[in-house]
């Protein structure tokens, strides 16, 4: 008669307390004080013994822990191994508002390694207590709504000209959900900012040349290299007839086709291709007599043009002096090189008379 007080069934299911799952695993070392495994679940279930007092068990959960503080180990090394790769700089702060760390990129922003300001406070790594205000705000918004935010700021560290960032920041919490610091991204969006300020100004200026030019009375059109027009004025409409007029006033020439507007396109097209700077000409069609001057604006691809029409009298007037100075002028040069011509002969005539007076003189002595 067996004299077992358990049954198989209860001794194996206390043998899993001690991660023993098969006979394979009751290899009866006697560390716990017991002879063989099966004694050691027995007194377990008496309550006199422990699962902590298994040997085994022990060594088992101590290589678990090595392992997982390896795993642990790798996990942190690979991100920060991530975050050193990321060229935008990253700093993360405890829930006091102190550095608790940073990437490669944040070491090099603000020039100082994380052992020189590690546990200090974000201003005394990028030197500016305009940015210590500001990111106290932030962090005292965060703790209220949690989420992320980005907030343009503009600082100036050390011996640096201003800069203009975004900051994207965030809470940190636990498995509880408890706040337990903050990261934060750094962008530097300084030329982006300028090249936005700078296209600001371009277009205003652009806006304000094309208001301008809508108010000048000779005509102008601006038109690419497939004969589009980008910008045109009402006076250039005007010159092409009511009909044209009339679509001008309701929509615009942007987008129009030249070659259906001017009987001369062809002279822009040429104009384009040969990358001149300049071109002027007098172009006459169906009774007007216009001045052409086209130019480039962008070679190859934009040109521009003004049309003057010379049947205007002011502009009559003004094209007849014009011309009349540039006749004088070409006169004038003419005259001179007659004159240089004239004088470089009569140079040349004394010259040889003096020789042949010599010579005379010579033969009579």
Same mark, same amino acid.
């Given at each position: 008669?067996?004299?077992?007080?358990y049954t198989?069934?209860q001794?194996q299911?206390?043998?899993?307390?001690?991660?023993?799952?098969?006979k394979?695993?009751?290899?009866?070392?006697g560390?716990? *004080?017991?002879?063989t495994c099966r /004694?050691?679940?027995?007194?377990?279930?008496?309550?006199?013994?422990?699962p902590?007092?298994c040997?085994?068990l022990?060594?088992k959960v101590?290589?678990?822990?090595?392992?997982?503080?390896?795993?642990?180990r790798e996990?942190l090394f690979?991100?920060?191994?991530?975050?050193?790769?990321?060229?935008?700089?990253?700093f993360?702060e405890?829930k006091n508002g102190?550095?608790?760390?940073?990437n490669?990129?944040f070491e090099?922003?603000? &020039?100082k390694?994380?052992?020189?300001?590690?546990?200090k406070?974000?201003?005394?790594?990028?030197?500016d207590a305009?940015?210590?205000k500001?990111?106290?705000?932030?962090?005292q918004s965060?703790?209220?709504?949690g989420?992320?935010?980005?907030?343009?700021?503009?600082f100036?560290m050390?011996?640096r000209?201003?800069?203009?960032?975004? @900051?994207h920041?965030a809470?940190?919490?636990?498995r509880a959900?408890?706040?337990t610091g903050f990261?934060?991204?750094i962008?530097d969006?300084t030329e982006?900012?300028r090249r936005?300020e700078? @296209?600001?100004?371009?277009?205003?200026?652009?806006?304000?040349?094309?208001s301008?030019l809508q108010?000048?009375p000779s &005509?102008?059109?601006?038109v690419?290299?497939?004969l589009?027009? #980008?910008?045109?004025? #009402?006076?250039?409409?005007?010159?092409?007839?009511?009909?044209i007029v009339?679509?001008f006033d309701m929509h *615009?020439l942007?987008g129009?086709d @030249?070659?259906?507007?001017?009987?001369q396109?062809?002279m822009?097209?040429?104009f384009?291709?040969s990358?001149? /700077?300049t071109? %002027?000409?007098d172009?006459?069609w169906?009774?007007?007599?216009?001045?052409?001057a086209l130019?480039?604006?962008?070679? &190859?691809?934009?040109?521009?043009?003004?049309?003057?029409?010379?049947?205007?009298?002011?502009?009559?007037k003004?094209e007849v002096?014009?011309?009349?100075?540039?006749?004088?002028r070409e006169n004038?040069?003419?005259?001179?090189k007659i004159?240089?011509l004239?004088g470089e002969?009569?140079?040349r %005539?004394?010259n040889?008379?003096s020789?042949v007076?010599?010579?005379?003189?010579e033969d009579?002595?």
């Open positions: 008669m067996s004299d077992q007080k198989d069934q001794l299911q206390a043998l899993t307390y001690i991660e023993i799952f098969d394979a695993g009751e290899i009866d070392c560390g716990c *004080g017991y002879k /004694e050691f679940a027995a007194a377990m279930l008496d309550g006199i013994a422990r902590t007092m040997v085994e022990s060594k101590i290589e678990k822990l090595k392992k997982r503080d390896r795993e642990l996990t690979f991100q920060q191994e991530l975050l050193d790769s990321i060229a935008v700089p990253i993360r405890d102190l550095l608790a760390g940073c490669r990129a090099e922003f603000v &020039g390694k994380l052992s020189a300001i590690k546990g406070s974000i201003d005394q790594s990028i030197g305009d940015f210590e500001i990111n106290e705000k932030i962090n965060l703790i209220r709504s989420g992320r935010q980005i907030v343009e700021t503009r100036a050390p011996g000209d201003e800069q203009v960032v975004e @900051l920041k809470v940190l919490t636990d959900g408890e706040i990261v934060c991204a962008f969006i982006r900012v936005n700078e @296209l600001v100004l371009a277009r205003e200026t652009a806006e304000l040349s094309v301008l108010k000048v &005509g102008f059109v601006i690419d290299e497939k589009k027009i #980008r910008e045109a004025n #009402r006076a250039f409409a005007l010159m092409m007839g009511a009909e009339d679509l *615009g942007r129009a @030249l070659r259906a507007l001017f009987p396109h062809q822009f097209a040429t384009i291709r990358g001149e /700077e071109y %002027t000409r172009v006459e169906e009774g007007h007599k216009v001045k052409l130019y480039a604006i962008e070679r &190859g691809k934009t040109a521009g043009a003004i049309l003057l029409d010379l049947a205007a009298p002011d502009v009559k003004e002096r014009l011309r009349a100075e540039k006749v004088i004038l040069e003419t005259v001179q004159a240089n004239l002969n009569a140079s %005539t004394e040889a008379l020789s007076i010599k010579l005379f003189s009579e002595k």
